[in-house]
Each structure stands twice: as structure tokens, then as C-alpha cells.
């Protein structure tokens, strides 16, 4: 019985995965341009969910992560005359002043498909959103933002142990420090990031 619903599952979990991959569009990217005028600090607005990469540099003060560029949640900044061009990664245009060319119909496609994959994984998980499991290198716990909430999960960390993200689940970005981050009593997760995370010691 147990091998029939492993069975069942993987036919399912295939078939959605297939059908996810050909609703998400080969490059989902998008350009935009953020000048420090007269060496002042400046920020861009933009959702930088996806992550953010500098593409191009437009100024010839050097442009250097950290230290005359970064960016946050809420979009990008620059200063001290850094000038460049920054590719964002990802469609989810709820507020931008990029140069995004994505259309609603993507934007629906792409949430259709998460939704199916989502379903999946529930059910893999044993029908419970945030969990805790166990694997072969340790424990692993499951996480997800709903509706983009920001969500805690419950953990029990010992002085030397660590959590890692070994598996992102969700459509929205999960990064360390942003989307999610842990300490010694809980994971917090936040603007949909979905994963498994891994505690490792």
C-alpha cells in the first residue's frame, strides 16, 4: 500500500512539474538603472524578491556591493557616484519602476503553476504546512510564508547547531537574512518563501 501511494505520487508530482515548467517563461528578468547624481545617495524602487545582479557599470566611480551599492526588500540604492544598469530576477511586479515588460497573463500562469507544485508538496508533507521531519543527515524542518505572512516555525537548537535552506519550495525567493533566517528557538520565514530547512551540526 505504502509503495502504491509513493507511486501514485511521484505520477502526480511529475505530471505538475511538467505542467509548471511550461507556464514559467525561459528568462523571467527585468533591467534597471540607478544613479548616484553628484555622489548623493540614491534609491531605486523596485521588487527585488528575486534577487538582484549588477549588469552593467554606467559611472566611473566602481561600483561595489556593500559599499556603494545594495538593496533590500523595497528596491535598490546606490551612492558615492556608483552608476550602473541591475538585472532583477523574477515577474512579480507589485510595485516597480523598472523596465518590465512581463503581461497579466504570465503573472497567471506562473501563480497557477505554484499553486499545483504547492498542492504536491503538501500532500508530500503528510497534509501539514510547517513541519518537522527527519533525514539522513539530520533534521529537517518545513516552513512556509502564507499569503506572503510573515510565519515562525518552532525549533530547539543546541549551542553549536546551525540551519541551512536545503530545499526552496515556493515561486518567491528565499534568502537568508531577508525571506527568512532562524535562531536558537525558531525559523521565521516571510514575503512567501516556502522551504525545507535543515539543521545541521
Known sequence: MIINCLNRLTIITGISLGLLLQTIPAEARRTITCESFKYRYQFCRTNTRGGVRLTQQLSNTRCVEGDTWGYDREGIWVDRGCAAEFTVRGRDSGYDNSNNSSGGSD???????ALVVGAIAAALAGG?????????????????????????CPVSLDRDDWIVLDRQLSQAGCWEGDTWGYDSQKIWVDNGCRGVFEIRR
Open 128 to 152: 501539514s504546512d510547517n513541519n518537522d521531519n527527519s533525514s539522513n543527515n539530520g533534521r529537517t524542518i518545513t516552513c512556509n510564508s502564507d499569503s506572503n505572512q510573515y510565519t515562525t
Open 107 to 113: 503573472a497567471a500562469a506562473i501563480v497557477g503553476g
